[in-house]
Structure formats: C-alpha cells, structure tokens
C-alpha cells in the first residue's frame, strides 16, 4: 500500500474550515509536511511539524499530529476562495532526506 | 532571498532526444533535490546533493537519468534518449540540512511528442 494516503477531494464554502487529513504508514516517520501548489507552479511549504509535537498553529493554519493513528491533519481557519489547490503531505524518516508524498487533495472554495 | 530557479520552465522535445534542465537553489542552502510530479499524483523523489556529492538515488532514476552539481551550486538533471514516459513535471528542492524543510521550484514540465 501507498506510505501516505490523502482523500482526493474536498469542497467548502468561502468563510467555512477546511479540514483535509493524512494518514501514514510508517511509525518512524519523523517530520511532517504540509505544501500547497496551485495550476502549473511549484509547491509551496505552508507548515510543518516533527512527530515530538501534537499541534502547531500559524495564523490561519492548525495542523494536528496523532501519533498513535499515524494520523496527520490540516485545519484552515476561514477558508478562502485564494485556498483553492491541491494540498499535499509529505513525511521524512532522516531530517534532510527524501520527502514521501500523498497523493495530493484538491480543495475547492466555492463564493 | 530570490528563491529555487529552475530553467526552462517549458520543454518539448521528439522522442529520443536528450534534455538537460538546471535548477539554481536558495543561495546558503547546501542540499538539493531533485523529484518528477506526473498528472494527478504527488512528487516522486529521484535524487539529492549534499554539497556536490550525490547521496542517494532513487530506483526511479534509471541509466538514461544523471545529475550533477558540480561544484555545489547549481545542478543539471539529463534525460537521455527520451521517451513518453518521461513526460512530467521535474521539481527541484533545496533546504539548508538539518531538520530545515525542503523549499521548491515552479519545477520544468517535460513533454515529449
């Protein structure tokens, strides 16, 4: 089976939160990714956390961390219509190693 | 701070034909990597530098593929003798080592006709 799964889709109103989950494989997995990337362009790093920590927050960004399920989630506070790509997680066993990627979610902010 | 440049941003090419793309990392950052995004999927990591030494290889990266970084800058990815399946988007990376995260490029999309 795939290192980390994502859900393929997801679809809010402008102002709702979005919550877009994660799930790994992997109990080693050490360090956590959040990035976002919109149509033809890079990825862009929204947030990150390491497997010591439960919960970080960046302004509109929450990510959860349950360690026991191998269970990583995204939370954006007041979702806007500029939030619409893809989301992807990704995780890394070695600090500087390779990233392992989701397959990616698409949120959709509908006005 | 100018950010990951890749270089072209665009490339089409005929089957068989060898292609070189170059990516420019953030300036202190001494690891780079290297990952391939097809339609509809996530990155898939190829290869990374610490310096200019390579230090692991994906078994994605077949004997058509090689990169380089010389001299610890700058680094080149070479697809030999094209083919369709080559067809993709080809994301550099850089981070500073360490625990620091990995910072992309817009990435070169490669079609081959």
């Known amino acids: 089976g795939e290192d980390v799964e994502q859900s393929l889709f997801l679809s809010v109103r402008e102002g709702d939160s979005s919550v877009i989950n994660c799930t790994y494989t992997d109990s080693s997995s050490t360090y956590l990714y959040w990035y976002k990337q919109e149509p033809g362009a890079g990825l862009q790093l929204l947030t990150y956390?390491?497997?010591?920590?439960d919960m970080k927050q960046d302004q509109r960004l929450t990510v959860l961390l349950n360690k026991k399920d191998k269970h990583l989630s995204l939370r954006i506070a007041d979702t806007q219509t500029g939030d619409s790509a893809i989301y992807f997680c990704?995780?890394?066993?070695?600090?500087?190693?390779?990233?392992?990627f989701g397959g990616g979610t698409r949120l959709m902010v509908k006005p | 701070d100018t950010g990951v440049s890749q270089d072209p941003r665009h490339k089409i090419t005929k089957r068989g034909q060898n292609v070189t793309f170059r990516c420019d990392p953030i300036s202190e950052h001494n690891r780079l990597y290297w990952y391939r995004q097809t339609l509809g999927q996530g990155p898939e990591f190829l290869t990374y530098?610490?310096?200019?030494?390579?230090?692991?290889k994906s078994r994605l990266l077949s004997d058509r593929f090689s990169a380089e970084r010389p001299k610890g800058s700058f680094s080149t990815l070479e697809i030999q003798r094209t083919e369709q399946g080559d067809s993709a988007m080809y994301l550099c990376a850089s981070s500073g080592g360490g625990a620091q995260p990995q910072h992309f490029g817009d990435g070169t999309r490669l079609s081959i006709l």
């Open positions: 956390i390491f497997s010591n920590m």
């Open positions: 990704a995780e890394s066993k070695v600090a500087g190693n390779m990233l392992t």
């Open positions: 530098f610490q310096n200019e030494a390579q230090l692991e």
